[in-house]
């Protein structure tokens, strides 16, 4: 029977009471990949202990409120129509019948405006009629982006793709690309897969989001996971994961020992190895490797709630918005303090029918940690009053006067991503692309260790979050069943069918 660890009351309070001494498994961290992996485990009949050292379960799947009914949502932005089917599967019908698709997506840049429904169709009817493409050339390229998975060639970058099919053309490149850098942080210097996979994803149906908001789908998530009999415990952080002869034997937690046979760590890659580990435990070769990780980048975002008596035209500002000042589209532009790139994402009363109906603004940027990190106190208030008044600056031209018509702002900076969710440098979406092999060959390592959660690009974002779960669980329930060394024959396979459905 599950139950919830923490009870409310006076302080202090035991987060652990009622977990039990040994577990199958023990996932660390409660992010999509941690709470699914958390849930197929458990109704694959294993015992299960989710730890999540926040008070919220979700990770970057998350949200605020603030007085007079307002609820931000961080990264319900938009998903590719897999998550449809992943949720369906893996969670209920009823968590899936709430995915809805969005109604536009809009780009303003100086190089062009316009607003897409973001499916191959109509990209190719704007390729073709305003950007004045051969038709040969598009389909070409929708052909080849689709066709591609795990097994291609990984050396190849996307800016190789992009000249081959479109040389000199950086407005196409633009169009492509901007909205992939904005989903997973992704960069023309990246292998070209990590591209073709996630674009063709969201070109298969367009975008989608969840009707109800994320604090609606984690708490609907919840009772699924108290049905399937997982105990879930916050405030639960985890300091250290034991060995016993190569293979995992116990979680350090709260000044407890939780024994088990298999840790799936949802925590960000690096930390799982060199913190929660230690890399005396690994081979020199791997942990050379790990090393060599890049973490990704991070990110900024501005929190904006309309007065009560005031709203936005959807039909006017659509869903989102890519916004650009920038002559032309470069990633370290968008990476820069000097912010001319922004995503705007509009909430309309439809995104929470049942709640008060309300119209917010969230403007994201993705960011360097290192520009925010050290910042002196005052320095830092300053910084994030300036992005407030910037984004508010830029904002005007969509939201005429949107100064006299907020009621709320506030923001974001990478150290309150890295504050939330204990990623390193505040990361959005976990590693680089190498960070998947490393990921993949932790289980190889130690017995009984695996990772899933935002790595490699492909396995990032709210479906590769989530489809990461569901593959790392398969593995653990099989390793479990076998009862013997790690087995990840069929990744590749299962990668290209879950991920890219
Ligand atoms: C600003 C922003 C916008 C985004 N927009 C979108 C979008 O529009 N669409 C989309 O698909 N994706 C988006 N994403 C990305 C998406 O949210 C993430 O890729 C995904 O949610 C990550 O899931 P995860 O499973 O990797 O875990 P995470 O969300 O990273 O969660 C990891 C969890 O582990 C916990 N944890 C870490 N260490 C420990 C420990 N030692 N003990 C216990 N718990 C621990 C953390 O507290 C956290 O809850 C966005 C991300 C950001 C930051």
Redesign the pocket.
């Known amino acids: 029977m599950a139950m919830e660890c923490a009870t409310l009351g006076p302080m202090p309070k035991d987060f652990l009471k009622n977990a039990q001494s040994r577990y199958d498994v023990v996932v660390?961290?409660?992010?999509?990949?941690?709470?699914?992996a958390a849930n197929v485990l458990a109704r694959q009949g294993r015992s299960v202990l989710l730890?999540?050292?926040?008070y919220?379960?979700?990770?970057?799947?998350?949200w605020f409120k603030r007085p007079g009914g307002h609820i931000f949502d961080?990264?319900?932005?938009?998903?590719?129509y897999g998550?449809v089917k992943s949720c369906r599967r893996y969670w209920s019908k009823e968590i899936a019948d709430s995915i809805v698709q969005l109604d536009g997506v809009r780009f303003d840049n100086p190089m062009f405006s316009l607003q897409t429904s973001f499916t191959r169709e109509d990209f190719t009817k704007k390729l073709i009629e305003n950007f004045k493409l051969a038709p040969e050339q598009v389909h070409a390229f929708f052909d080849k982006a689709r066709g591609m998975n795990f097994y291609d060639d990984q050396q190849t970058t996307t800016r190789e793709l992009f000249d081959e099919f479109f040389p000199g053309r950086e407005d196409v490149i633009r169009l492509l690309m901007e909205p992939i850098t904005?989903?997973?942080g992704s960069t023309l210097e990246d292998p070209a897969i990590s591209y073709g996979i996630v674009f063709s994803n969201f070109m298969s149906k367009g975008v989608f989001t969840f009707r109800g908001g994320t604090d609606k789908l984690i708490g609907q998530m919840t009772e699924v996971l108290q049905e399937s009999g997982v105990d879930v415990c916050i405030r639960?952080?985890?300091?250290k994961i034991n060995l016993n002869h190569g293979k995992v034997a116990s979680v350090e937690?709260n000044g407890r020992t939780i024994e088990c046979d298999a840790i799936v760590?949802?925590?960000?890659l690096r930390?799982?190895i060199f913190?929660?580990v230690g890399e005396e435990k690994f081979d020199r070769g791997f942990i050379d490797d790990a090393r060599a990780v890049r973490l990704n980048n991070?990110?900024?975002?501005v929190y904006m709630a309309m007065r009560e008596d005031e709203s936005l035209d959807v039909n006017e500002l659509g869903d989102l918005l890519f916004s650009s000042t920038a002559p032309t589209f470069q990633t370290e532009a968008l990476l820069s303090r000097d912010i001319t790139s922004r995503t705007y994402?509009f909430y309309y009363p439809k995104v929470r029918p049942e709640g008060q109906p309300r119209h917010l603004i969230v403007s994201?940027t993705n960011a360097r940690h290192e520009d925010w990190a050290d910042l002196p106190d005052d320095d830092y208030e300053a910084s994030k009053k300036d992005l407030c008044e910037t984004t508010l600056d830029a904002l005007d031209k969509y939201v005429p006067n949107v100064r006299e018509r907020l009621v709320h702002i506030e923001a974001?900076t990478p150290r309150t991503?890295q504050h939330?969710?204990?990623?390193i440098a505040?990361?959005?979406?976990?590693t680089k692309f190498e960070g998947l092999a490393v990921s993949r060959a932790l289980p190889q390592q130690i017995t009984g260790l695996y990772h899933?959660?935002?790595?490699g690009i492909i396995?990032?974002?709210?479906?590769?979050?989530?489809n990461?779960?569901v593959i790392v669980a398969n593995e653990v329930d099989n390793q479990l069943m076998t009862g013997g060394s790690a087995s990840t024959t069929g990744f590749e396979k299962t990668v290209a069918g879950e991920v890219a459905s």
Do not use: R
């Open positions: 660390i961290g409660s992010g999509l990949a941690g709470l699914t730890l999540e050292q926040h919220k379960l979700g990770g970057m799947a998350t961080i990264s319900l932005h938009g998903f590719p998550m904005y989903a997973n639960c952080d985890v300091t937690v760590s949802n925590a960000n930390a799982t913190n929660l991070s990110s900024t975002q994402s994201s974001s991503f939330y969710t204990a990623h505040g990361a959005s979406f976990g899933a959660g935002s790595v396995m990032s974002g709210w479906l590769g979050a989530m990461y779960g």
